[in-house]
C-alpha cells in the first residue's frame, strides 16, 4: 500500500504524485511553506488529500512556533494560515481544514492555553482530520456500494482515490465499497489531461488493489457508452455549491453530457467537507487557470509549437441537473439538492 | 510552407509528421512497402493524405517494374496493391484510390499498353489524384466560408488541415477559405489524444498561416460551449456512409454530443472520395485498434502502470443525426443525407 500524506516526528511526509507511476518517492516537508508549495505544485492533490495535508502543515508550523511570545505565536499562525489558502482557489477542502485549525487555536487561546498546549491542539486536530477523513471514504464507499451492481463497468474521471484523500478515495472508495460488498467490476479510467491523474493514480491504485482496470483517453467515453460498454460513472468533486452544482477536475463536464445523452447514471462521490453550502451554485465557484506548459510540454519535451494560444482551467463545473445523486458519508442524496444536501448536515 | 507528400524522380517524399511540431524532416520513402509501412506508422495520416501517398507509391512500384514480363508486372501489381489496402482500415480514401489506380493499370492492359505505358499512366494518374485533392480541399473551403461568420471561434479536432491532404485542408480548409473571404476568426483546437494531431499538427500548421489558434485539451470543450465561447465545429472525416454516419478520429463523437447540448452547429468538411456509397450506416464501417503504448507512453517513457488494461480505437463513428451539414468538394449536403449526397454523386 501507500501513504498519501503522513505527520511524522520530522514534518510531514507525502507521496511525490508527480512521479507516479514510475518511481515511488516520498518527499520530507520542513515548514507549513513546503506544505503550500506541495498543494500548489500538485505534489499532494484531490480535494481531500489537501485539506489533510494543510491541516498537518499548520499543525508543524504551531509546533515549530511554541518559543515565541503568545503574540508573535498568533501572527506568525496567522501568515501560515494566509499563505495556506493562497495555495490553490478550488478546492473548498483547503479552505474548510483551515477554517478548523483556525478555530481551535482561537478557542485554545480565548480559554488562557500557552502555545505549547495550543500546539498540541492542533497537532491533534489535524490527526483528526485525517482520521474521519478516512472513516468518511469508508462511509462513502458503504453508501455507494448499494449503487453499483454486480458486473458493473464503471467509468470515473481524474483520481478520487486513496492518493485524493487520506486513503481508501471518494470516487474509488465506492469502487472499494463495491468490491467489499462482494461485487466484481471493471473501472474504465479516463487518462485525464494534462496531468493525466487517470494513467498515472487511478490506474496505479487500482491496480495495487487487484481491481480490474482499463485505461481510456479522455475522447474515448462517448463512443463505449454509445456501444454499450460503460454502466454508471462516478467522479469525486473538489468543491460542491448548496444547490448541488459541481466543481471537479477539467473535462468532468464532458463525461456528465455525455453520460446524460446515453441514460447512464452520473454520480459524484464526496464528503460533506467537500460542499461549500456559502456558495450558492456552480457559477460562484472560483476556477484556477493553470500554466500552459502542462498542457504544451510533456516531461520538458514540447509537443506543440511555441507561442500558441492555451488555455488550461483545472477543473469544469458540472450543474446539478446532470448529477444523478451524490454519495456522501452521512448518506445519499438526490435532487432537489438544495434540500437533500442540508438536510444531511441537519442530521 | 510544407509539402505533405510528393512523387519526386528519387520516390515518394513525405513530411515525417511523428517529429512535428520540433523537427521538421522529409523523408525518402523508395518502395510501395515503405509506403504502406508509412502509412501504417503515421508518417502520413489523413484521409485524403493517405489516398494521395498510396498512389505516389503504386506508381512508383510501377515503374520499378517495367523492365518485367508483362505477366510479372501485374503480378508484382496485384502485390502492391494488396499490402497497400492493408495498411490502414478505415480511411475509405485509400481503398478508393487503389481502386482508381487499379482500373487505370487494367483498362490500358486490356487496350494491350506495355508496361512502360501502364507505368507512365499510373504516374500521371497519382498526380491527377494528388491534384484533384488539392482542389477539392479548395473547393470545400469556397463553399464551407459561406457556414463561416465574421469573428467567429471554431473549434477542431484532430488535424484535418493540409497535412492531412495534399495541402489546404478539409475542415482547415474551410477556415483557410473563410480567412480568404476575409473572415477574421479564431480556431480552438483539440490536442487530440493519444497522438496529439491537434497539438502538434493543427496549430502548427495554423500558426505558419498566422491564423489566431488556441490549443485545449480534449475534455475542456463541454466547459468552454457551456461558457458561450464557441460558435460552431468543424472536423473531417475518415469515411462517411451513405446515410450520412461520419467515421473520424476518437473523441470526435464525444464533440458532436456537447455541440448538440449546447445548440452550436457541428459540421463535417470532406471531399466525396471520402463517401462510402457500399457502406450503409456507421456500424458498418471498421474501426482500426492501434497499439496500447500509444496511450500508455510518451516518447518511450511510460505514464501508465506496466499491465493495465487499454482501449485504443482510432476512431469513432458520430451518427448522421448529430450532422448540421457535410461540406463537399461539390457543395453542402444537408439531412436527409441518404438523398442528399446521393443528390452531389449524380451532378
Known amino acids: ?41 500538485m505534489v499532494v492533490r484531490g480535494a481531500p488529500a489537501i485539506g489533510v495535508s494543510a491541516a498537518f502543515g499548520l499543525a508543524m508550523g504551531a509546533s515549530d512556533a511554541v518559543e515565541r511570545d503568545p503574540a508573535g505565536f498568533d ?3 496567522e501568515q501560515h494560515y494566509t499563505r495556506m489558502a493562497a495555495a490553490r482557489p478550488t478546492a ?33 486536530e489535524a490527526q483528526q482530520i485525517h482520521d474521519e477523513d478516512l472513516e ?19 467509468l470515473t474521471h481524474c483520481n478520487a482515490g486513496g492518493l485524493a484523500t487520506a486513503g481508501y478515495g471518494t470516487a474509488l472508495g465506492v469502487v472499494r465499497g463495491a468490491v467489499e460488498a ?51 460513472v462516478v467522479v469525486g468533486s473538489d468543491r460542491i455549491a448548496a444547490n448541488g452544482d459541481i466543481a471537479n477536475k477539467i473535462g468532468t463536464y464532458n463525461v456528465a453530457v455525455l453520460a446524460k445523452e446515453h441514460d447512464i447514471p452520473f454520480y459524484v462521490a464526496a464528503p460533506l467537507s467537500t460542499i461549500d453550502r456559502n456558495c450558492p451554485d456552480g457559477d460562484s465557484i472560483p476556477i484556477e487557470e493553470r500554466d500552459p506548459k502542462e498542457v504544451t510540454e510533456f516531461h520538458g519535451t514540447p509537443v506543440a509549437p511555441e507561442g500558441v494560444g492555451v488555455k488550461n482551467p483545472a477543473f469544469d463545473v458540472t450543474p446539478a441537473s446532470y448529477v444523478k445523486a451524490i454519495v456522501t458519508d452521512k448518506g445519499i442524496a438526490r435532487p432537489p439538492y438544495t434540500d437533500s444536501l442540508a438536510a444531511l448536515f441537519d442530521a
Open 1 to 41: 500500500m501507500f501513504i498519501t500524506v503522513e505527520r511524522t516526528s520530522e514534518g510531514v511526509r507525502m507521496l511525490d504524485q508527480r512521479l507516479l507511476p514510475s518511481t515511488e518517492k516520498y518527499l520530507m516537508l520542513r515548514s507549513p511553506g513546503e506544505v503550500a508549495d506541495a498543494i500548489r505544485e
Open 75 to 77: 501572527q506568525v499562525m
Open 92 to 124: 473548498v477542502n483547503l479552505f474548510w481544514a483551515i477554517e478548523r485549525m483556525k478555530q481551535v487555536a482561537g478557542e485554545a487561546r480565548s480559554g488562557g492555553m500557552d502555545n505549547k498546549g495550543i500546539a498540541a491542539r492542533l497537532e491533534h
Open 136 to 154: 468518511s471514504c469508508k462511509a462513502i464507499g458503504r453508501f455507494g456500494a448499494e449503487l453499483v451492481a454486480d458486473g458493473s463497468r464503471l
Open 182 to 232: 462482494g461485487k466484481k467490476l471493471t473501472v474504465l479510467a479516463d487518462e485525464t489531461r494534462p496531468f493525466l491523474q487517470g494513467s498515472r493514480l487511478t490506474s496505479w491504485e487500482l491496480m495495487k488493489d487487484g481491481i480490474d482496470t482499463v485505461l481510456i483517453t479522455d475522447g474515448m467515453s462517448g463512443s463505449l457508452m454509445r456501444r454499450g460498454e460503460i454502466d454508471l
